[in-house]
């Protein structure tokens, strides 16, 4: 069974930084891009950061351009998402996530990780 556990998440002041990690099992995700999301109380979810599977070449959400930093250890099967200078407003549930739909396989997801960032 494929899973996808973040961990990492907590309670954090602002300006202060967390390091969020995917560990996937079940399957290797070495040649998938990785994502990470977040969903805040009463919003949608939305798209933090995006690693690419050929090169490790990044793509992040404007809001968090030159505050996060994605990368990933393929030999551990698992994504990071290093976050720094946090504010109040990247209090959310963070979600990694491997889109396997292109070649047919799944969406998974993981169960998210709360960060609460206080001001």
């Known amino acids: 069974q494929v899973q996808l556990v973040e961990s990492g998440g907590g309670l954090v002041q602002a300006g202060g930084s967390l390091r969020l990690s995917c560990a996937a099992s079940?399957?290797?995700?070495?040649?998938?891009?990785m994502r990470w999301y977040r969903q805040a109380p009463g919003k949608e979810r939305e798209f933090v950061a995006r690693?690419?599977?050929?090169?490790?070449?990044?793509y992040y959400a404007d809001s968090v351009k030159g505050r996060f930093t994605i990368s990933r250890d393929n030999a551990k099967n698992t994504v990071y998402l290093q976050m720094n200078s946090l504010k109040p407003e990247d209090t959310a549930i963070y979600y990694c996530?491997?889109?396997?739909?292109?070649?047919?396989?799944?969406?998974?997801w993981g169960q998210g990780t709360q960060v609460t960032v206080s001001s």
């Open positions: 079940g399957r290797s995700f070495s040649s998938s891009d």
């Open positions: 690693i690419s599977w050929i090169g490790g070449s990044t």
């Open positions: 996530n491997v889109d396997t739909r292109v070649s047919g396989g799944p969406n998974y």
